[in-house]
Nanobody, 117 residues
Framework: QVQLVESGGGLVQPGGSLRLSCAAS????????VGWYRQAPGKQREMVAI???????NYADSVKGRFTISRDNSENTVNLQMNSLKPEDTAIYYC???????????WGQGTQVTVSS
């Protein structure tokens, strides 16, 4: 079974930083496209950052220059370093993986990020 488990969410003040991690199992991680999405209350889920198997990264305009996605193929993890956090970054963050083996998309359970004073 393919599993994605997020960690690292929490409460942080505006301007602070958090690092999210996602551990993947049950799939060929190194050839998969991975990333992070988020969903705020009353809003649609939106792409935050995507990274290809070749480590090409794409970011939402709202997070460019503040967030950095990375992957460690030796540990089957994808990370999101979030700096200069703003209240509008408050959302549930979901780990994403697109499998090149079966062409299916997988999602983690989500981790809450709250940016507030």
């Amino acid at each position: 079974q393919v599993q994605l488990v997020e960690s690292g969410g929490g409460l942080v003040q505006p301007g602070g930083s958090l690092r999210l991690s996602c551990a993947a199992s049950g799939t060929a991680f190194s050839i998969a496209t991975v990333g992070w999405y988020r969903q705020a209350p009353g809003k649609q889920r939106e792409m935050v950052a995507i990274m290809s198997s070749g480590s090409n990264a794409n970011y939402a305009d709202s997070v460019k220059g503040r967030f950095t996605i990375s992957r460690d193929n030796s540990e089957n993890t994808v990370n999101l370093q979030m700096n200069s956090l703003k209240p509008e970054d408050t959302a549930i963050y979901y780990c994403y993986l697109f499998s090149k083996q079966n062409f299916r998309t997988y999602w983690g359970q989500g981790t809450q990020v709250t940016v507030s004073s």
